[in-house]
């Protein structure tokens, strides 16, 4: 809030160097649309890969302890979201034979080649979201395509 932002301000003045102004800018979330089609194993139940990819590709601390990929640990201003990162994430997940990256953008934007480029870029005073909740959709949406399996 607009407090908090003035106070850090004062607090920072003091460490500015001569020349130098000190700004403070809130941070802005940037909801992302991301789409994949994951082949699974045969004799691998799919909703079973299809929940697991679900919570690792999730926001939540997982049942062993770790976190999901777009955990808030785990983002930070200004950096890109990298199209291996997230295949790795989502091929070490058991039964999945092989992932393919079919939409990677900004929520409520167009694609721009992020899927060619291998990232999609984040600004500096932005971070990226993915909460993938149906309740807040307006927070990041992950789509997953499953075939094979059983």
Do not use: M
Not at 4 to 16: F, G, I, N, P, Q
Not at 46 to 51: D, P
Not at 111 to 128: C, M, T, V
């Amino acid at each position: 809030d607009e407090r908090l932002r003035e106070d850090l301000t004062r607090e920072l003045h003091v460490y500015r160097r001569i020349g130098h102004h000190v700004v403070v800018l809130p941070a802005r979330d940037v909801p992302l649309n991301i789409a994949l089609t994951v082949a699974v194993s045969p004799g691998q139940l799919r909703e079973h890969v299809s929940a697991e990819l679900h919570d690792v590709l999730g926001k939540n601390i997982l049942a062993g302890g770790g976190k999901g990929f777009f955990h808030p640990d785990h983002l930070t201003f200004g950096e890109p979201i990298y199209l291996s990162r997230l295949v790795a994430a989502a091929q070490a997940v058991p039964g999945v034979l092989s992932v393919e990256v079919t939409r990677l953008c900004r929520l409520f934007h167009q694609p721009e080649n992020e899927i060619e480029e291998g990232k999609l870029p984040i600004d500096p005073f932005e971070i990226a979201r993915l909460d993938n909740d149906p309740d807040h959709p307006e927070w990041g949406k992950l789509t997953l395509t499953i075939t094979g399996g059983r």
